[in-house]
């Protein structure tokens, strides 16, 4: 596509509620990141994909956050038993080939998740 | 570790007023930076980037970046600036030893008349 497009763009869940967000990257583009952006704050690094191998999860607050790639070009961001501090907007970047890094981003708009 | 610092939470400015957004950074070797902005609802938009060469960059937008190596930083100035200018811009950090950005907590622009 023409650029990196998540979805849902608003999600609201109950506190404890499983959910996953979507992000489609430009075509072609090797590499995706996924970024949490807490109120007030810059982006924030969860994890990376090359192709469909999560090379890090480093940035994953804990073991309720899940991320997958498999067929190396779709992205899903699941979070299972949401807790109010998951509120947050979730970002999902792009680039063409790992340039370590010189990685020239390309931003979806972003997932705005609340947990009430 | 490598990090980003921008001291200002929030700039307001008149429309037509120069601008200069400070990003100060913590990194051993040379860094690359970053300039993004960041409109209301919406993600990340690249303003310019410096790899190396020359330390005066160019971006779009009219916005241009300038490295200063022995400052520790990579301010962003505009000469005159548009009421579209309002938006967060974050300063980010990358090195060759990682290919995650490191990005600071932004600054917000407002523009006044």
């Known amino acids: 596509g023409a650029g990196v497009s998540q979805s849902p763009r608003y999600k609201v869940a109950k506190r404890g509620q499983d959910v996953a967000l979507r992000c489609d990257p430009i075509s072609g583009h090797v590499s995706l990141f996924w970024y949490q952006q807490a109120l007030g704050q810059g982006p924030e690094f969860l994890t990376y994909?090359?192709?469909?191998?999560?090379?890090?999860k480093s940035g994953l607050p804990s073991d309720r956050f899940f991320a997958e790639r498999p067929e190396g070009s779709v992205s899903t961001l699941k979070i299972q038993r949401t807790q109010q501090e998951d509120s947050a907007v979730y970002l999902c970047?792009?680039?063409?080939?790992?340039?370590?890094?010189?990685?020239?981003?390309?931003f979806g708009a972003g997932s705005r998740l609340t947990v009430l | 570790a490598q990090s980003v610092t921008q001291p200002d939470i929030h700039i307001t400015v008149s429309e037509g007023a120069s601008l200069e957004l400070r990003c100060n950074y913590s990194?051993?070797?040379?860094?690359?930076l970053f300039w993004y902005v960041q409109s209301p609802g919406q993600g990340l938009q690249l303003l310019l980037k410096?790899?190396?060469?020359?330390?005066l960059v160019q971006g779009i937008k009219g916005f241009e970046a300038e490295f200063k190596r022995s400052q520790s930083s990579f301010n962003l100035r505009k000469p005159s600036v548009h009421w579209s200018d309002a938006a967060e811009y974050f300063c980010a950090v990358g090195s060759n030893s990682g290919y995650a950005l490191n990005f600071g907590k932004g600054t917000s622009l407002l523009v006044t008349p």
């Open positions: 994909f090359q192709n469909e191998a999560q090379l890090d």
């Open positions: 970047a792009s680039t063409l080939r790992n340039r370590d890094g010189a990685n020239v981003l390309t």
């Open positions: 990194y051993g070797a040379t860094p690359y």
């Open positions: 410096y790899f190396s060469g020359d330390t």
